[in-house]
Each structure stands twice: as structure tokens, then as C-alpha cells.
């Protein structure tokens, strides 16, 4: 065990001051305790993950946030383009879901992101609009934008709206 544990201190003392601000992140993630989420201000299971929390919700609308945590940056040192893909995704779900009768819920066909620019930190906020609903299809369009404003990245996509069934 213990050329294990020096082989690990000298992989660690070895990392460039990025490498090692990455693994204590990573760390810092896998530490975490996640709690079942009991309140109406869940997002979902992975965006209570990520810390996500909606702004403003609404038939055809819904704006959310996240506060990036350097944990979820890829190997190039940015934020991993899945969790601007989350946040797009429950954000599409959010616009669609409010103006649903009872009974009815929605569930993403396929979800289009173009990724503008790298994010590193900050808070970043996701605007969706429903472009057109019909009985079964919504399509919508979301924008991603930093702190600053800058748009980080879009996203078009389509929800299948279903009749919820109670077996």
C-alpha cells in the first residue's frame, strides 16, 4: 500500500496549479451529500445536483441559473458543454410544463445546442421561449448568457407532450 500511496504524491506533486485546482474540485464533488429534494423549487434530480434554481417560470417561458463550479470543467479547463446542455434541457421542460392541463406532461424529442463561447466562471442564465405549440409538439428556443451578457449559447429543440398515465 504504500507505493501506492508515493506513486500518489508524486502524480499530485506533479499537477500544474490548473490540474490540481481541477481535482479538488472533483474531490469536492464526490464528497458531496445529496439530499432528496422536498420543496417546490426542485428543478429535477440533476439540476438540484448542479444548483440550478429557476428565476422566473411561466406558460412559454421559463429563465433559469447556475453558478459555475470549476468541477465540472473539461480536460481544456471550461465548463463542460453538458451542463449548458442540462440547464437548456430543464429549462425547455420548465417553458412547457406551466401551460399543460392536468394530466398532461412534456418530455424533450431533441435538443439542438451551439456552443458561442467558453465559460470558466460566473453565473450563467438560460432564456427559453416556446416558438410554436401545438397538441403534442412544442418547439422552443433557448439562450445562454454569461454574468456580462454575452451570449455563451443557444439552443432549439422539441417537446412530446403526452397524457400522463396512473397505472
Known amino acids: 500500500m504504500s507505493g501506492e500511496r508515493e506513486e500518489l504524491i508524486e502524480k499530485i506533486d506533479a499537477l500544474t ?38 428565476v422566473a417560470r411561466e406558460p412559454g417561458r421559463c429563465t433559469m441559473e447556475l453558478t459555475v463550479d470549476p468541477a465540472w470543467h473539461n480536460p481544456n479547463g471550461v465548463l463542460h458543454g453538458g451542463v449548458v446542455y442540462t440547464m437548456i434541457d430543464y429549462s425547455m421542460g420548465g417553458a412547457v410544463q406551466p401551460g399543460l392541463p392536468e394530466g398532461r406532461a412534456c418530455t424533450s424529442i431533441e435538443v439542438k445546442v451551439s456552443y458561442l463561447a467558453p465559460v470558466r466562471e460566473g453565473k450563467l442564465t438560460v432564456e427559453t421561449e416556446v416558438i410554436r405549440q401545438g397538441r ?10 454569461d454574468e456580462s451578457g454575452q451570449l455563451v449559447a443557444t439552443g432549439t429543440g422539441s417537446m412530446f407532450i403526452f397524457d400522463v398515465r396512473q397505472d
Do not use: C
Open 17 to 54: 496549479d490548473a490540474e490540481a485546482r481541477t481535482l479538488l474540485g472533483w474531490l469536492a464533488m464526490m464528497r458531496r451529500k445529496i439530499e432528496p429534494f422536498s420543496g417546490e423549487q426542485s428543478v429535477g434530480p440533476l439540476g438540484d445536483l448542479l444548483g440550478m434554481a429557476t
Open 136 to 145: 403534442n409538439i412544442a418547439f422552443l428556443e433557448s439562450k445562454v448568457r
